[in-house]
Structure formats: C-alpha cells, structure tokens
C-alpha cells in the first residue's frame, strides 16, 4: 500500500482550486474534469473493458450507491444528520465483482 503521503499528493492533482468558486450552498456541484482525471478515466475505461473480455459474461449488472461519507474536511458542507459529508458515487459490476 503507498503511504499517507504518497496517496494525498496522488489525490491532490484530480483536486482544482479554480473549480471550487462554482460551489453554491445546497446546490449539487460537478466539477470540470482536468487532465489527471480524464486519464484514471481512460485507465478505469481500459480496465473495465479487459474485464468485460475476459470475464464470458454476456451481461453486467449494475449497482449504483450514492452513501453520505463523513470527513473533516474543511470545505465540507453538513447534511441532514448534522454532520460534515460528501456523496460519492460508486458503481459495482456484480458478476466480475469489480467496483467500477
């Protein structure tokens, strides 16, 4: 496994400062996609498809979940249960077992 230190200065560079002025309170906040990115999206993309190659499925289910997620994060807004939170969204193909 990398370190703390390794794994902040990885997830640093998908972070852009710029990005963060389009926040807007109780509002849902995409962000532009930067070049870091766009390319886990090209590994996640080339991983997925050796996946779906070499699995003999002929379909793939999907899950999709959407869980609040503590953190203390600064910039972090409070939800419903009083807490600071952020909503990822995660995607699990059941039949390879492959979080997506």
């Known amino acids: ?3 703390p230190a390794a794994m902040f200065r990885y997830l640093d560079r998908f972070h852009d400062e710029a990005e963060e002025a389009g926040r807007r309170p109780g509002r849902a906040f995409i962000r532009a996609a930067n070049d870091a990115l766009c ?3 090209k590994v996640n993309a080339n991983l ?4 779906g190659g070499h699995s003999g499925r002929t379909e793939a289910t999907l899950d ?5 997620t503590g953190t ?4 972090a807004r409070y939800c419903n249960k009083k807490c600071k939170t952020y909503q990822p969204l995660t995607s699990h193909w ?3 077992d492959l979080v997506v």
Request: no cysteine.
């Open 48 to 51: 997925v498809g050796f996946a």
């Open 72 to 75: 203390l994060k600064r910039q």
């Open 64 to 68: 999709m979940d959407a869980t609040l």
């Open 1 to 3: 496994m990398p370190s």
């Open 39 to 41: 390319g886990l999206g």
């Open 94 to 96: 059941d039949e390879a």
